[in-house]
């Protein structure tokens, strides 16, 4: 199964699992999480956060590796994932999968649509 990334004109073929990170906007604090493409849609596998704050707590189960707190989230398979693209955070959505890495909404656009192809 692949996943296509739609961010304007960019379309990205990606197989397997793939890893979004962002630096939060408020705490400047680093977020990661890995998906899986299934046939149910994409399921986060795994979510990781350097420290807590506004809005970003560490979930349920979490634990502490190497200045990271780790956990798998509670949320069924979903269709898409949209990402906002405002521009104005001071840090841009980093998708790496297949040993690649594209910075997305580093300027306003509209919203970025990650989905499983048909």
Known sequence: MSACLMAGTLVLAISGSFTLSWTHSVEKTGWEETWDMTPAGL?????????????????????????????????????????????????????????????????ASDAIHIRPCP
């Open 43 to 107: 399921v986060v596998r795994e979510a990781r956060v350097r420290g807590s704050g506004a809005g970003m707590e560490p979930g349920d189960g979490a634990r502490l590796i190497d200045g990271w707190w780790v956990w798998t989230p509670s949320l069924p398979p979903q269709t898409a994932l949209n990402l906002a693209a405002s521009g104005a955070t001071g840090s841009d959505w980093h998708l790496c999968a297949d040993g690649t890495c594209h910075d997305l909404g580093t300027t």
